[in-house]
Nanobody, 116 residues
Framework: QVQLVESGGGLVQPGGSLRLSCAASGFTFSSYASRWYRQAPGKERELVASMSTASGSTNYADSVKGRFTISRDNAKNTVYLQMNSLKPEDTAVYYC?????????WGQGTQVTVSS
């Protein structure tokens, strides 16, 4: 059974940090590109960060560049999103995604709230 399970969300003050984790099972995780998306209330889901399988190259949305870092541990079948210098506008449900060709899997999401 394919599963992506996110964890690490929560309430944090502006300027704080969180690290999200996404544990994969049921498929060959190392063969899939990893992505983090987020969706704020009333807004469309947006791509935040991605990491390719071959080169491990990363890309980030302009809004998070320099603050967020995506990484993965293939031995643990886990992808991470380190989020620093958090802002209220980072408040959203964060979803991890794994994709290989036309096969795409999603996690259930984890809430991140940035508020004082």
């Amino acid at each position: 059974q394919v599963q992506l399970v996110e964890s690490g969300g929560g309430l944090v003050q502006p300027g704080g940090s969180l690290r999200l984790s996404c544990a994969a099972s049921g498929f060959t995780f190392s063969s899939y590109a990893s992505r983090w998306y987020r969706q704020a209330p009333g807004k469309e889901r947006e791509l935040v960060a991605s990491m390719s399988t071959a080169s491990g190259s990363t890309n980030y949305a302009d809004s998070v560049k320099g603050r967020f870092t995506i990484s993965r541990d293939n031995a643990k079948n886990t992808v991470y999103l380190q989020m620093n210098s958090l802002k209220p506008e980072d408040t959203a449900v964060y979803y991890c995604n794994a994709q290989s060709g036309t096969r795409r899997y999603w996690g259930q999401g984890t809430q991140v709230t940035v508020s004082s």
